[in-house]
């Protein structure tokens, strides 16, 4: 590929100056669409130093942080490479997660300003300034006292927000160096060619999207950037494969299901698959349907992806991760951190140019997480990932779980400690455990709670407080009273008893009837309250989990974007009406689903009524004749 260092060693410059000089030689070459809005990279190029201009105009440069609060769209790129380029760190903060995450997030992060666009303006606590508009207003412009400076390899490029034990998701701060190694070592296994497009759904808070955006710009190919309601649609994502002849895609194991499902039947030049276990049977399906498949592994601390693995049809049981990247190392060592034998299970360190400066304001943390690297003679340090794992025959990767209780569940690392201290916010709560339980091929989280002496836990208390702090993929299916923990020997809390405990079966009628819930808001008429009712059981079918109400969010009880889609052929065959995923989900509480399906019955029937009463007078009229 001409004019892209794409080898070791990594090119002295920042991944922003990269994709600025590709612009320059290719200005008129499509960079990012997404929905109606294209941009070439000559566009791309002038956006991204008009948000850079502005930012220094208010005093934005070298050790300042940036929080960029932005949904998917071209104006995500645009507003982490401005902030690059100014010489700044950006901070991806989700607008979907609640109002008090984002900002602790904001507070923790010292974040100087906040990049938006208006039509999500007014969710943020710093200053704003907008990509898609003028100056907000709500900024103070500064002398222009800064020239344009560049942070350097060492300087900070980024803080990105994981899940924390301690109750508040943490900060890992990862420097320039750590970006064009976490990018360009995905080189090789992509093989990035200018004629690529990539279709890109990671969410703009979880670090692989840097992959989607960064790597097919700095090598002259196209990003198609999918809107967030076709994420959430297996069909929607099939006809932007097909629409746009895309050629790469990144996603994880769940989203996969749901494009295999929506009946896609493949085209991709690469497919990556990463963030969760893939399957045997998930790994043949796209051998079938992708020249190249990779499964791919690596923790935010060590900057994206530092494993990867060629899967073939003919891999069975444990679907290994592979081997390091460049410039990466691997570890596996038992309690005493010595190596383990090939084929014993040891715990995985990972060292190299990817290892991350550590947890932003953390330093006891840091100590415990990043060691130096004993087996390097140029120094070096190894990030403990906390992951079990071993060597198997071919020497490749394979992982076997969890050292300690962190969960990965849709492609997100969750810490069950930070749910716990949630929800021993709550007066009426002593103590709370949350683990993980199985749920058809994806996982659920189920709350154990012990009330306080004298106490009565009200399960939806317990919901509206987790919803208002806690984003949607971190928020338990089910909550469960416990009076006594069972213990182990050494008087810790069992959480592989409570994993074990059987989860009581609700009854395909979990929901009062319809008629006696003093939802007002939900659909009415006894025809709705049998609506309620199927509609209730269709989740129990789908979820293995019943509405504790009609307030009920799907979501929260565990549904993934492939549940839905198998909700819309439930509501077919039992309804006879023709609902989309996208409609479905814009809706996540019962009552307004019902509601949905109830208002689609009417249509239904109403446009039926019509038809027969203009046959009949077509027939009349023919009689008179």
């Known amino acids: 590929m001409p004019n892209v260092p794409m080898g070791l060693p990594w090119p002295p410059h920042g991944l922003h100056e990269l994709i600025a000089a590709q612009a320059a030689r290719t200005p008129r070459r499509m960079a990012v669409r997404c929905g109606e809005r294209s941009m070439t990279y000559g566009e791309l190029l002038g956006a991204v130093s008009a948000v850079a201009d502005r930012l220094k105009r208010h005093g934005v440069g070298p050790g300042h942080r940036v929080a960029v609060s932005i949904d998917r769209s071209t104006d995500l790129p645009v507003a982490l490479l401005g902030v690059l380029m100014a010489g700044a760190a950006f901070v991806p903060i989700d607008p979907a997660y609640p109002v008090e995450r984002q900002q602790y997030m904001l507070r923790a992060s010292g974040a100087?300003?906040?990049?938006?666009?208006?039509?999500?303006?007014?969710?943020?606590?710093?200053?704003?300034?907008?990509?898609?508009?003028?100056?907000?207003?709500?900024?103070?412009p500064e002398a222009d006292t800064l020239a344009a400076q560049n942070a350097g390899r060492d300087g900070l490029a980024y803080l990105?927000?994981?899940?924390?034990?301690?109750?508040?998701?943490?900060?890992?701060?990862?420097d320039h160096r750590c970006l064009v190694k976490g990018v360009l070592s995905m080189a090789p296994v992509v093989g990035p060619e200018p004629d690529d497009v990539w279709l890109s759904l990671t969410s703009p808070s979880f670090d692989p999207v840097l992959v989607d955006l960064f790597l097919p710009l700095v090598s002259g190919a196209s990003v198609v950037i999918a809107e967030d309601d076709q994420v959430l649609d297996g069909q929607a994502l099939r006809g932007l494969l097909a629409r746009?002849?895309?050629?790469?895609?990144?996603?994880?194991?769940?989203?996969w299901s749901m494009l295999l499902e929506a009946g896609w039947s493949g085209g991709l030049r690469v497919a990556l698959c990463g963030g969760e276990p893939m399957s045997p049977f998930l790994a043949a399906r796209l051998c079938a349907r992708a020249r190249q498949v990779w499964?791919?592994?690596?923790?935010?601390?060590?900057?994206?992806?530092?494993?990867?693995?060629?899967?073939?049809?003919?891999?069975?049981?444990?679907?290994?991760?592979?081997?390091?990247?460049?410039?990466?190392?691997?570890?596996?060592?038992?309690?005493?951190?010595?190596?383990?034998?090939?084929?014993?299970?040891?715990?995985?360190?990972?060292?190299?140019?990817?290892?991350?400066r550590g947890y932003a304001g953390e330093p006891r943390l840091t100590a415990e997480r990043f060691v130096a690297d004993p087996f390097s003679s140029s120094g070096g340090?190894?990030?403990?990932?906390?992951?079990?794992?071993?060597?198997?025959?071919?020497?490749?990767l394979e992982l076997l779980g969890r050292a300690d209780h962190q969960i990965k569940i849709r492609g997100h690392r969750v810490e069950p400690g930070e749910i716990e201290s949630r929800l021993a916010e709550v007066p009426s709560v002593a103590e709370a455990v949350v683990v993980p339980r199985k749920a058809g091929e994806s996982l659920r989280l189920v709350a154990y709670v012990r009330p306080k002496k004298g106490s009565l836990l009200d399960e939806a208390q317990l919901r509206a407080h987790a919803e208002s702090r806690l984003p949607?993929?971190?928020?338990?299916?089910?909550?469960?009273?416990?009076?006594?923990?069972?213990?182990?020997?050494?008087?810790?809390?069992?959480?592989?008893?409570?994993?074990?405990l059987r989860v009581p079966e609700p009854s395909h009628h979990?929901?009062?009837?319809?008629?006696?819930?003093?939802?007002?808001?939900?659909?009415?008429?006894?025809?709705?309250?049998?609506?309620?009712?199927?509609?209730?059981?269709?989740?129990?079918?789908?979820?293995?989990?019943?509405?504790?109400?009609?307030?009920?969010?799907?979501?929260?009880?565990g549904g993934t974007s492939l549940d839905v889609m198998r909700m819309v052929k439930e509501i077919r065959a039992r309804f006879g009406i023709r609902l989309n995923a996208v409609q479905l989900m814009r809706v996540a509480k019962l009552d307004a689903q019902s509601e949905l399906v109830a208002d689609t019955l009417a249509a239904?029937?109403?446009?039926?009524?019509?038809?027969?009463?203009?046959l009949k007078e077509v027939v009349t009229h023919a009689e008179h004749r």
């Open 472 to 500: 949607r993929h971190m928020l338990p299916a089910v909550y469960l009273t416990v009076d006594e923990w069972p213990r182990t020997p050494n008087g810790k809390i069992d959480r592989r008893a409570l994993a074990e």
């Open 160 to 174: 990105m927000y994981t899940s924390g034990s301690t109750g508040r998701p943490k900060a890992v701060a990862v």
């Open 604 to 614: 239904a029937e109403s446009g039926r009524s019509q038809s027969q009463a203009t």
């Open 112 to 140: 100087r300003i906040t990049l938006t666009v208006g039509r999500l303006v007014g969710r943020e606590a710093a200053g704003v300034l907008l990509v898609d508009g003028s100056d907000s207003g709500t900024s103070r």
């Open 244 to 255: 746009w002849e895309a050629t790469v895609l990144q996603a994880t194991p769940v989203t």
């Open 510 to 557: 979990p929901v009062a009837p319809a008629h006696t819930q003093e939802s007002a808001a939900g659909p009415s008429g006894s025809g709705a309250h049998e609506v309620v009712d199927a509609l209730a059981a269709i989740w129990q079918d789908v979820l293995g989990a019943s509405p504790p109400s009609t307030k009920a969010d799907f979501f929260a009880l």
């Open 295 to 356: 499964n791919i592994y690596g923790p935010t601390e060590t900057t994206i992806w530092s494993t990867a693995h060629a899967v073939t049809p003919g891999d069975r049981g444990v679907v290994p991760v592979g081997r390091p990247l460049p410039d990466t190392t691997l570890h596996l060592l038992d309690e005493e951190r010595r190596p383990v034998a090939p084929g014993e299970r040891g715990e995985v360190w990972i060292g190299g140019g990817g290892v991350t």
């Open 381 to 396: 340090r190894l990030y403990r990932t906390g992951d079990m794992g071993r060597l198997n025959a071919e020497g490749e």
